[in-house]
Each structure stands twice: as C-alpha cells, then as structure tokens.
C-alpha cells in the first residue's frame, strides 16, 4: 500500500512539475519561444532577451534556433502541427509570405510602429497585399572593402563616379598590385556580392525593378546591357587565373594585403576585424555620381504564431522592436555586418560598421535584384555573368539570355 501511495505522490508531482514546465511556471511567467536559423547566434540573442526581460519581468523568452539549411522545413512542419514557436525569423519575399498567406504567421499590420518607422523599402519584403507578416529586423549590405594603406600609398582616392574607379583599377595594377580579389570558382559570390550590387546603379531601385517584374521593362534593355558592358571592364583587374579563385581565397587576397580591394558582403567584416592594416569601405560607384545606389538587402524579419497562446505578449515584444530603444538594443545584440532596417539613427559599437551603414545616407537602396519576383533566374544569370568575365558571352548576348528565359 505504501509504495502504492509513494507512486501515486511522485506521478502527481510530475504532471505538476510538467504542467509548470509548459506554462512557464509561477517564477517564470509567461514562458515564450523564439525560432531562428541563426544557430551563430545565441549568445548575442540570449542578451537581447536578457534586455527586453528588464522591461518584461513576468515574461521569458527562449531563443531555439536550428541549422539554416533545416530551418523552412523544420518551421513549415512544428507549425502545421501546432507546434511551432510563438515567435520565429521570417525570411523575406516568397518563403514568408507563403507561411502568412497559409494562416500560420500572424498579421502584424496594426503593430505600434511598425507601418510608421520602416521604410516602404524595407517593409515591401514582408508584406502580402497590404498586409505585414512580420517586422523588419536585420540587413545585410554590399560595397567594396579598400586597403586605405595601399590607397595612401599609391595617392589613391575613393571613386564617385565608375569611370573613376576603372581609373584607380588601372593605377593599382600599373603599380604591380592586384586590384580586386573577386573570383568565379564557387559562382555564387560573383553574382550576389558583385552583379547584383552594382546593379542598382543601372536599372534603378524597387519603382523601377517592378516595372522589369511585370514585364513593362526587359531584362536585355540598354539598362542591363550597360551593367554586363561595366562588368566586363573589371576581368583584367581580377586575380590572375581568377577562374580557380574560391570565395575564401578572394577574402585571403585581401586580408594578406595581396589585393587592394574586394567586392563584398557586409557579413564578411568579422573576417577582417583583426587584420595589421587599415581598411573601410565605399560604394559601388555608378556612372553618374548621382545614380549611385546601395544594394542593402532585407535578410531576416521577426514575427509571432497566429495561434500562439500568448498573442498579447509576443505583439508587446514585437512593438518593442519597432521603437528606437528596441531597435538600438537589438542592434548591439546583432551579428558584425548585419544591420538595423528602422529609420531612427542608430550608432553602432563597431566604427566600421558604421562606415558601412553610412553609405546608405543619401542614396536609394534596394534588394537583391532576383530576390522578390525572379529567384528562378539566380542559376542562369550567374552563368551569364560569369561568362562575361571570362570572355565567352558579350554583354548583349548575357542580357538577351537572360530576356529570353521571362
């Protein structure tokens, strides 16, 4: 009887002890989960919940990210399931607004803030017929790196204008040095960091990139025969057998002083945090000063379970990512090279990641070109691209390839 008696008290202390575990618990609150693709990114999330637990004392969140190449599969499942977190990542364009239009990410629309303090740009990614799916939370930027020694050195200035930095191109390699560390070997760089983030310079920014998405404009017209003609300038200033030249050997190249500039990603800053040499960053320059753009480009968006069962709380943090302070906290907690998309000025720890967030002064900005409306383009248009630089496709031939495909 008493052992009986023994199993019956611990069974009952266990659906207590579970049933606390699955409401948060009295000391706890009000228990929220957060998934992410951004497994790299614990420690700084785990601080940001950290700050935000301050304001919110009687709610945690927990940060449960999963391997990016996982994570659309792993969300699409817990979510059909019911499973899924109350809050997540949402990535941007088609993945996410397939996921909202399924009834599964809450309509984040009337959220304080949000339609107020984000820019029409850098709302655009995560919106679907009006309506908000999800707040904007980090960007990604495209510029190219330069080794400021290398530029004193050789009485070198910034370029405003393309002409200008065909002219520094042509002084750097007259003077022996590589000018630009780019290679083809693993494609995909060439293309996103490269084509892509000159584009803009050329074709214009969204008002304009909607006018090819619906067919008004063509993708051979003079705008992007003019990108693939300014493209192909830079194969001499490339790295010798740049064919062969990897991603990770591009960044060695620039990192060993070996190359003095290098077409890039803003993720890539870490690389060079610690390097014996001084170094910042410009923008691409267009032909005209004036046209020059920036490819900063919407990475990732935060947003809350339709059918999660604390709405109040997951809008309250929400809310608290669309004001200044939300932003400015979330901001420190972000990756080196990922950036804040809120329009309040913000100063980062990081003095150049400031530089690379000041390119964006005065100029339009724009998403990857292919992201919204034309990612079944990505492989062929890497291939023309890359054929352009190795001599195997004119430029009117890479756009009308292209053209043909929409």
């Known amino acids: 009887m008493k052992k009986r008696i023994l199993a019956l008290f611990l069974a009952i202390v266990l659906m207590v002890s579970l049933s606390a575990c699955a409401t948060g618990g009295d000391d706890d609150g009000i228990v929220l989960t957060m998934g992410s693709w951004r497994s790299d990114d614990v420690d700084q999330m785990n601080a940001l919940l950290a700050e935000y637990k301050k304001i919110a004392p009687d709610v945690t969140i927990n940060f449960e990210p999963t391997l990016p190449h996982d994570y659309n599969a792993w969300l699409r499942m817990n979510l059909e399931a019911g499973t899924g977190p109350d809050l997540m990542y949402a990535r941007s364009f088609a993945t996410g607004r397939e996921l909202f239009e399924d009834g599964y990410f809450a309509d984040c629309s009337d959220i304080p803030g949000l339609m107020d303090n984000f820019t029409d740009a850098n709302l655009a990614p995560w919106m679907s017929d009006g309506k908000m799916f999800a707040v904007p939370f980090a960007a990604v930027s495209h510029a190219v790196y330069f080794n400021k020694d290398i530029f004193a050195e050789n009485g070198l200035s910034i370029p405003n204008t393309w002409d200008e930095f065909i002219a520094v191109c042509k002084a750097l390699d007259a003077a022996g040095i590589t000018p630009l560390a780019n290679g083809v070997a693993d494609e995909w760089d060439i293309l996103e960091c490269m084509f892509l983030a000159m584009l803009p310079n050329y074709v214009g920014v969204g008002d304009q990139r909607v006018l090819y998405e619906s067919g008004q404009k063509k993708l051979n017209d003079e705008a992007f025969v003019n ?13 010798s057998g740049f064919e062969a030249v990897t991603y990770d050997d591009s960044q060695v190249l620039f990192a060993t002083q070996e190359a003095a500039m290098f077409v ?35 990475d990732m968006a935060i947003t809350m379970n339709a059918a999660t069962e604390h ?19 979330a901001s420190q907690a972000l990756p080196l090279g990922f950036f804040p998309m809120i329009n309040f000025p913000i100063a980062l ?8 967030l ?8 724009d998403a990857r070109f292919i992201w919204p409306e034309y990612m079944d383009l990505y492989a062929p248009m890497n291939a023309a691209v890359i054929d352009v630089l190795k001599g195997n496709s004119t430029p009117q031939e890479a756009a009308d390839s292209i053209a043909a495909i929409t």
């Open 358 to 365: 000041a390119l964006n002064n005065g100029k339009e900005t």
């Open 349 to 356: 720890d990081d003095p150049r990641a400031n530089d690379f």
């Open 227 to 239: 990108a693939y003609s300014d493209l192909a300038m830079l194969a001499p200033f490339l790295p």
């Open 311 to 329: 709405p109040e709380e997951a809008r309250a943090f929400l809310a608290w990512l669309c004001t200044q302070e939300g932003a400015t906290t």
């Open 264 to 298: 890039d990603g803003s993720w890539t800053m870490e690389v060079y945090r610690d390097v014996d040499f001084n170094w910042s960053v410009f923008a691409i320059p267009a032909r005209n000063a004036g046209d020059t753009a920036i490819t900063f480009h919407p």
